[in-house]
């Protein structure tokens, strides 16, 4: 990102010499740049310092502990230890799903133990993450293309939209909970008798439609904006050259709404990989619905060095994928947000 | 002559079927709208308002089916803020708008001159504190907790209302400096500009002119601030304790008068309760909202 630093012809300090693409203002400009360089830092100082104590010691404070021992019983002597140093063997245990063994080795974690939970935890949770994201977009889209027309009672379905959004995430999931009881009113809906949270998948649809519920109303509005940002004439200018609807959505609205649209996705996946409330709530995580977050928190109480360990590799994938998105498919938020501004000169 | 005005006729014709039938594609187009529109309705209210209908039935009639309120009470209400099964749901309403409040006040002092510098100034290393910014507000929340709770657990400040407004500031800090630049930049800075010419200093052309034009923005940001405030969960499940407990961990919590009874229409009032004046909010300030929702996503 540094590379994209300050698109204006004007970027260093006054420092000597006259470039040449000085005008007549030139030098006052650089002085302006200068004084405002000092202003911006004055005017950032605050939430720099803010972010750098809730955000960036506990970061580094997790990566130097999860490179420690828990203490707790040693499994060889049965005396207690204060911890020291682990060397990375609590990415090894995570990673291998080894756990402590009695001889003071490690040996593949039972079934059942949070150790021998983390690759089912991850493939839970990218599944969620996949499965909700693209049920999102594809209904966001719908939605959007819905709302982006014109018709009597559009600004209520604005609104109706702003609905399942405002309402917090605990709620939503015990909402859905007393939906999808046995009971509830989606057995007697489709005359089923399923056990929605009791049973595997049947758990894992339950929190997928309770997110997909909750989301896509985001992911539409966010579509919404990019659609209206595409002017009518070049819809117009298609119709007249004879370009069917199907033609006009594939070569004018899809490729023009992609940038919106990769940054809702973009919004949406990291927002889906960290997935807490929702099972944690509806499912207790039971049936195969932990997902690493959950994880993460079930073994804070069982040691603190391992899960912060456990929360770095979290924090790690959610970077790789945020780093794909960006670098690999053109999901490019800085600049969306950064470089067209009205305000700038 | 006459079969210059058969001609004339057929053409006639033909535009008008032509007409007719653009007019049939028109309408079954509307048509097809409106039918998206309810579904679309459908699908955003219903569960909301199975939420609200059930919060008003009688405990025995919890899974009645009837779409329209039947069996009508009050109860439930009374049943949510009841203290005598272990709930506290009063205090945690309490708990939940001083938290976000505090949150929502320090994120808009602090961030507001952030965005103000991102937005209007140019400066080195710009697109690297804005991508640090968007970066922060993308962070997992577990990625703190740990550290946090053995931080908090060390020097005695598990449970405290601290403990939960400074993680909580690590998420809405970022969002309250994201959606005040996406605002700012849309602000007629020619008026600035005058200001200055007028003899202001930068500093007194951003208090006398700019803040006032800027009030409404900040306001639609404070509303998204303390929204996601209101809704976190995460951190207050691991680091609240029963006296500082906010409304989401109270709900995920609620306890019936039987350990095996799960008390629905009690959680469902409770539930009403929480909602209800998140959604008059939104409702009352869609436009905004919306605009502060997608600022910066697209532009």
């Known amino acids: 990102m540094a590379t994209e630093l300050g698109p204006t012809p004007v970027k260093a300090p006054a420092s000597g010499g006259t470039p040449v693409h000085h005008g007549p203002k030139g030098v006052g400009e650089d002085n302006r740049i200068a004084s405002q360089g000092r202003w911006a830092a004055w005017l950032l100082a605050p939430t720099v310092v803010a972010l750098g104590i809730v955000i960036v010691y506990p970061i580094i404070s997790a990566i130097v502990m999860s490179f420690q ?277 | 002559m006459t079969s210059a005005t058969a001609d004339a006729a057929a053409l006639r014709a033909r535009q008008d079927k032509g007409r007719k039938a653009a007019q049939n594609r028109e309408k079954w187009a509307q048509g097809r709208t409106y039918i998206s529109a309810i579904v679309i309705l459908i699908w955003c209210l219903a569960p909301a308002y199975w939420m609200v209908v059930t919060a008003f039935r009688e405990v025995g009639f919890t899974y009645d089916t009837s779409i329209l309120p039947t069996h009508v009470t009050l109860d439930n209400f009374r049943t949510a803020f009841d203290t005598s099964f272990g709930n506290r749901f009063g205090q945690a309403l309490g708990n939940s708008v001083f938290i976000g409040g505090v949150v929502t006040i320090v994120s808009l002092l602090i961030g507001v001159f952030a965005a103000y510098a991102l937005a209007r100034l140019n400066f080195r290393f710009k697109y690297l504190v804005l991508g640090f910014i968007l970066g922060a507000s993308m962070f997992p929340g577990v990625a703190l907790i740990t550290p946090l709770f053995q931080l908090f657990t060390n020097i005695g400040w598990m449970g405290t209302y601290q403990a939960l407004i400074i993680p909580n500031i690590s998420f809405v800090l970022p969002l309250t400096v994201y959606t005040m630049t996406s605002f700012f930049r849309e602000m007629p800075w020619e008026l600035e500009e005058s200001a ?35 809704n976190e969960f995460l951190i207050a499940s691991q680091l609240s304790s029963d006296a500082t407990q906010p409304v989401t961990v109270a709900i995920a919590n609620f306890a019936g008068a039987q350990p095996n009874q799960i008390p629905y229409t009690a959680i469902m009032a409770a539930g009403t309760i929480v909602t209800i004046p998140l959604v008059i909010l939104v409702l009352v300030f869609q436009r905004k909202i919306v605009a502060g929702l997608t600022a910066g996503a697209v532009k």
Request: glycine share 8%; hydrophobic share 55%.
């Open chain 1, 69 to 345: 021992k828990d203490a707790g019983l040693d499994p060889a002597t049965g005396l207690f230890t204060a911890g020291g140093s682990a060397g990375i063997q609590n990415y090894v245990n995570w990673l291998a799903q080894q756990c402590a063994a009695p001889d003071g080795g490690t040996v593949a974690c039972p079934p059942g133990t949070l150790g021998g939970q983390f690759w089912s935890a991850t493939a839970t949770t990218f599944f969620f993450t996949i499965v909700t994201v693209a049920l999102e977009s594809v209904l966001g889209f719908w939605m959007a293309m819905i709302m982006a027309r014109e018709f009597r009672g559009r600004s209520m379905v604005r609104a109706a939209v702003l609905v399942p959004w405002a309402i917090p995430t605990a709620v939503t999931a015990k909402l859905w909970f007393f939906i999808f009881a046995f009971e509830g009113i989606a057995n007697k809906l489709f005359n089923t008798t399923i056990l929605w949270t009791g049973s595997e998948w049947p758990a894992k649809w339950a929190v997928i439609i309770a997110d997909v519920w909750k989301t896509t109303p985001f992911m539409a509005l966010l579509i919404l904006a990019g659609l209206q940002m595409i002017p009518a004439d070049v819809y117009e200018a298609a119709k007249v050259d004879g370009a069917t609807a199907w033609q006009r959505f594939r070569m004018i609205t899809l490729p023009l709404v992609k940038p919106a649209l990769m940054v809702a996705i973009l919004f949406r996946t990291l927002d889906a990989l960290r997935m807490f409330d929702l099972p944690y709530i509806l499912t207790g995580g039971a049936n195969n619905t932990t997902t690493l977050s959950i994880l993460v928190i079930n073994q804070i109480r069982q040691g603190f060095n391992s899960a912060a360990a456990l929360s770095t590799i979290t924090f790690i994938i959610i970077f790789l994928v945020a780093f794909i998105f960006v670098r690999f498919l053109g999901a490019n938020v800085v600049e969306q947000s950064g470089a067209t501004g009205k305000g700038k000169k």
């Open chain 2, 196 to 230: 200055r010419v007028d003899g202001c200093t930068q500093g007194q052309a951003f208090r006398k002119v700019i803040m006032p034009l800027a009030a409404p923005a900040i306001f639609t940001t404070a509303i998204l601030a303390f929204i996601s405030s209101w």
